[in-house]
């Protein structure tokens, strides 16, 4: 091992067999780095050849300390390689890397739980604009590696394939760290898009993912369900830690035949540690199409503690699946939450079959109802009698899907002690509120327009009671949630920006009334509302300008962002 002491910034150099700094050289791997000055200084890498050797790395032997690779790829063609940089001791703080790109020269490969660049139980460290394309196994994280703590990765993202309890990432057993605009691309088998399997946060603190997302396919790999931000098994180290995505999403299809489990957000066994943990998904949704016995946000048996608010999913809901929870959620919450996907058999378009003790307020789904299936609750809902006692209940809620056989427009059948109350559905009738053989179950305030056509006034009697929360667009046209409109990101896809102009062209004036549209699926007509609302964060705004016509007026206003 070589070992460096630096007073000002410098730029280290590796040539492919030596590391060179001014006109020093040091050829004993690994190199140390130790910054005897009182202030922040910068060592600017540079290196021109590949690391094919896997003690080559840097340590951080003290604190204020920025690596900055200036953009340029460092190619890896060790095997078992543990990561560019190792950050283990507790006491060295300001610690920043970024602008590095390490590449898999074809023949490198990561040694378990390692990062690319930041390697396994580091400390306080923060990543910057850097990436890593390397395929991640064995609890590796792509950028990150395993049972890290207090980092921050910021503007990252990854392209390998993800799996084996890895994060795209952090990898696994991370613990108060965040990751910030950070997204990864490859499939995720048995692992996260961002976190490993079990990240968790210490009391008072939080492992967090603000405005993340991964592209890949989330499938189990016949092992632990994945999750699109966040693998397997949040929460279930103390008891008491917080899991937070907020704004984040995933576009991989969740699952399939066989291939079960699985969350577009979360994966399988968040907070089955059944103290005082949570995991939050806030503005979050999937859309992806959800495989059978999957769950857009929650994978399989999410417990107490997990939450989703303003989420929603996309995609067609398989059989036994949920459109936010997968089957077998207990003692979850579900707040302004949609989903629009047509509805398998078993399933529910919020919360899968077999739920217990769970909570739907403000929801809605808009896809069909297949055989055995709920609008928001799919079969089997139960409330669980204990000590501490919550009723399995959906609240203020709507759906608006045909219904299949044996169906319920709110709960599915064999529901057991559930309450639905101030619910309102377009099809079926007053009895199909909840599906058939359900026992000890409560209606409370429910109606179902029989003709299938939505009624404002009957709507607002029912659903429209809960204060602050529906956004009116239309006569007789379905309620949007109001929480939507200033915060939700939107797909790419299907952002329709335009502006039907009335114009005066004698006074050469133009009067404006442009509507702003998001929508999840392309309208053969968007400069219509459609009356068969799919989209969200819909507003209308007026605008009276007074001015000449010009060319570029007219463009910016018709494609105003």
């Known amino acids: ?68 690779g200036q953009n340029n790829t460092i190619s890896i063609s060790a095997t078992n390689y543990p990561g560019l940089i190792q950050s283990t001791n507790l006491y060295y703080t300001n610690i920043i890397v970024q602008n590095i790109i390490v590449s898999n020269s074809g023949s490198g490969s990561l040694i378990g739980d390692a990062g690319s660049i930041i390697q396994s139980n580091s400390y306080n460290c923060t ?101 699109g931000i966040f693998g397997s098994y949040c929460n279930n180290i103390t008891g008491t830690g917080t899991c937070i995505a907020n704004f984040c999403y995933s576009t991989g299809n969740i699952g399939g035949i066989g291939d079960t489990n699985n969350g577009g957000i979360f994966g399988q066994w968040c907070n089955d540690v059944p103290y005082n943990s949570k995991s939050i998904a806030n503005f979050c949704f999937s859309l992806g199409n959800i495989g059978d016995t999957n769950g857009g946000i929650f994978g399989y048996s999410s417990y107490p503690g997990c939450i989703t608010t303003n989420c929603f999913s996309t995609g067609s809901i398989g059989q036994n699946a949920g459109g936010i929870f997968a089957p077998n959620a207990g003692w979850s919450i579900a707040t302004n939450c949609y989903s629009i996907g047509d509805i398998g ?96 179950c409560t209606i409370t305030n429910c109606l179902s327009e029989d003709g299938g056509n939505w009624t404002n006034i009957n709507a607002l009697s029912t659903i429209g009671l809960n204060d602050n929360t529906w956004f009116i667009t239309e006569t007789n046209t379905p309620f949007l949630l109001l929480s939507y409109n200033n915060n939700i990101i939107t797909p790419f896809k299907y952002q329709y920006y335009y502006s039907p ?61």
């Open 1 to 68: 091992m070589s070992i460096i002491n630096i007073y000002n910034d410098i730029t280290l150099s590796f040539d492919g067999t030596q590391y060179i700094v001014g006109s020093d050289t040091y050829t004993s791997f690994p190199i140390s780095i130790v910054n005897t000055s009182d202030t922040q200084l910068i060592v600017t890498l540079d290196f021109s050849q590949p690391i094919d050797t896997n003690t080559n790395y840097i340590i951080i032997e003290s604190k204020n300390l920025t690596f900055d």
């Open 127 to 227: 990543v910057k604009n850097c990436s890593s394309n390397f395929d991640l196994s064995s609890r590796c994280g792509g950028i990150i590696g395993a049972y890290c703590t207090n980092c921050i990765a910021n503007n990252c993202f990854s392209t390998g394939n993800i799996s084996d309890r890895s994060g795209g990432i952090f990898g696994a057993l991370s613990r108060d760290c965040t990751a910030n605009y950070c997204y990864s691309t490859g499939i995720i088998s048995s692992s996260g898009g961002i976190f490993g399997i079990r990240s968790y946060s210490s009391i008072d603190k939080t492992c967090t993912a603000n405005f993340c997302y991964s592209t890949g396919f989330i499938t189990s790999g016949g092992s632990w369900g994945s999750g």
């Open 345 to 440: 058999t078993n399933a529910g378009g919020i919360f899968g079959t077999h739920c217990f003790s769970c909570e739907a307020t403000s929801c809605y789904s808009y896809g069909n109802i297949g055989n055995n299936a709920g609008g928001i609750f799919g079969s089997y809902a139960a409330t669980v009698n204990d000590t501490n006692t919550v009723i399995c209940s959906a609240s203020y809620c709507y759906s608006l899907g045909t219904l299949d056989s044996d169906a319920g427009s709110i709960f599915g059948p064999n529901a057991v002690g559930i309450t639905s109350i101030n619910c309102y559905t377009i099809n079926g009738t007053s009895n199909q509120i909840i599906g058939p053989n359900n026992i000890n």
């Open 501 to 561: 102009i009335v114009s005066d062209l004698n006074n050469a004036e133009i009067s404006i009334k442009y509507l702003t549209g998001f929508y999840i699926k392309p309208q053969d007509d968007p400069t219509v509302l459609s009356a068969n609302i799919i989209g969200y964060n819909i507003t209308i705004y007026t605008s009276d300008i007074n001015k000449q016509i010009v060319p570029d007026d007219l463009i910016n206003l018709l494609s105003k962002k």
